[in-house]
């Protein structure tokens, strides 16, 4: 059974759900801020329709159980409107609430997939490594009919998208940097995208900060739990969050360091999990951990003064991830990181602050509304004919390559990271 969270941690307090919800003036300031909003133009698509579904469900109004859980599985949780609005309504975790009240049941998918990214990992390798030479050999794409045929189509369009095949994941690609020297100057957060999808951005994370920040090491982390959060499997999130804290603990006070923005932002919101009464020490726990955390971006901003000019392929443009930008609040940090090492190839597009439409399996949920979102987002890039489009989450990373190989091909698109381990290697090597 799903069970809600019941009380919220927001910008304003501790609140109920009801309350948190409550805040809400109906004004409608955020409704241009709303991507999903801006693309279908439906109030039942914006911040305040959803807020009000939930305050309807909450007062047990709700006359349509079937539109509400349309309006709110069709937000992207990119919290623009959280951001745009004078009360700092927590939309996107009002949003979550009323998912967990509206479904009994996780997907058995997702619970399969949450569980062997935290429960069984060595297996979720095997299954990857299998997957990803049959991807090499060209099989996987003959088998994506028979996956739609057989319901799967959620995997076949992930196929699709996800291009890259790795030969090594990032442990192995570790356990070779780790052989050449570790220290306690920081702890690399090793999230599931770097981890399994892009181990290209791992490497060059550990590379970046060891060149930045001297010596430093890997916590050996769990799933942050964020895919069982966002589902509905709230005390798999749980289990996932004690055993990073448990982890850290036993490893020391360095910062610890992430580089998929979705995944440092629920870290670093660890203490929501725990705010039941009897959860008082955990919850003092995960205080302690979340203040530890730092997005891998804040530190190349941190570092800007030390990062060297480079040559890039074409203009360079940033993409914010939602979960950077309205999770974490960092904008400038990454632009300044990214105009140090791009100089005047740097230039600022429009909608840069908007969501590209990925959001986890957002993209291949609800294919069209991600599509329309995604389209306007390419449409900045190309408007200031970038060459290079920079970023630091991992669905972004899935969804920005997704929309240039469809609307513009001229472009690519790297984590920040690859951008300034480059950079940083280049002068190194000159
Ligand atoms: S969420 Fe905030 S900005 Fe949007 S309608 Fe409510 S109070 Fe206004
Ligand atoms: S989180 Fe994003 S998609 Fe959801 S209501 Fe807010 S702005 Fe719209």
Redesign the pocket.
């Known amino acids: 059974m799903i069970e809600p969270l019941g009380r919220l941690l927001t910008d304003l307090g501790e609140r109920t759900v009801y309350d948190a919800a409550a805040q809400c003036s109906r004004c409608g300031y ?1 409704e241009q ?5 801006v693309a279908a133009g439906r109030e039942a698509y ?2 305040r329709g ?1 807020v009000q579904i939930l305050r309807l469900m909450i007062e047990g109004k709700l006359d349509d159980p079937r539109a509400a859980a349309d309006a709110l599985s069709t ?8 951001t745009a609005c004078y009360a700092k309504v927590a ?2 975790d009002l ?1 979550l609430e009323g998912r967990r009240a509206l479904r009994r049941e996780t997907h058995w998918l997702v619970r399969r997939v949450t569980r062997m990214l935290i429960e069984e990992p060595a297996a979720l390798e095997r299954l990857l490594k299998i997957g990803y030479f049959l991807k090499r050999l060209g099989i996987s794409r003959l088998a994506r009919p028979l996956l739609r045929a057989a319901g799967f189509s959620v995997l076949a369009a992930m196929d699709e998208d996800v291009a890259e095949a790795p030969a090594r994941l990032l442990d192995e690609e570790l356990a070779g940097l780790r052989a050449r020297g570790e220290g306690k100057n920081w702890s690399y957060f090793a999230a599931c995208g770097p981890r399994y999808l892009f181990p290209r951005v791992g490497v060059a994370t550990w590379k970046a900060l060891t060149a930045l920040k001297g010596p430093g090491r890997h916590s050996e982390n769990s799933c942050c739990g964020l895919l069982a959060y966002n589902y509905g499997d709230l005390e798999q999130a749980r289990q996932s969050s004690r055993r990073n804290i448990e982890r850290a603990e036993a490893a020391g006070d360095e910062p610890i360091i992430g580089d998929c923005s979705s995944c440092v932002a629920f870290l670093k919101s660890y203490p929501q999990l725990f705010l039941m009464p009897m959860d008082a020490e955990w919850r003092a726990r995960a205080e302690r951990f979340s203040a530890r955390v730092k997005d891998v971006v804040e530190v190349y901003g941190e570092s800007a003064k030390a990062l060297p000019r480079c040559a890039a392929d074409g203009t360079v443009a940033y993409h914010d991830s939602c979960r950077a930008l309205n999770g974490q609040g960092l904008q400038e940090q990454p632009r300044q990181a990214a105009k140090a090492v791009a100089g005047e190839s740097f230039r600022e597009m429009d909608g840069a602050d908007a ?1 590209c439409g990925g959001a986890g399996a957002f993209a291949f949920v609800h294919g069209d509304l991600s599509d329309e979102v995604l389209r306007r987002k390419i449409g900045g890039a190309a408007a200031v004919h970038a060459g290079t489009l920079l970023t630091s989450s991992t669905s972004c990373l899935i969804q920005l390559a997704r929309g240039l190989r469809k609307y513009y091909p001229d472009a690519k698109v790297l984590h920040l990271s690859e951008f300034v381990a480059k950079a940083l290697e280049e002068r190194h090597g000159a």
């Open positions: 955020c801020a709303c991507p999903t909003y914006s911040p959803r937000c992207l949780l990119c919290g623009a409107c959280q939309v996107p949003v969501c």
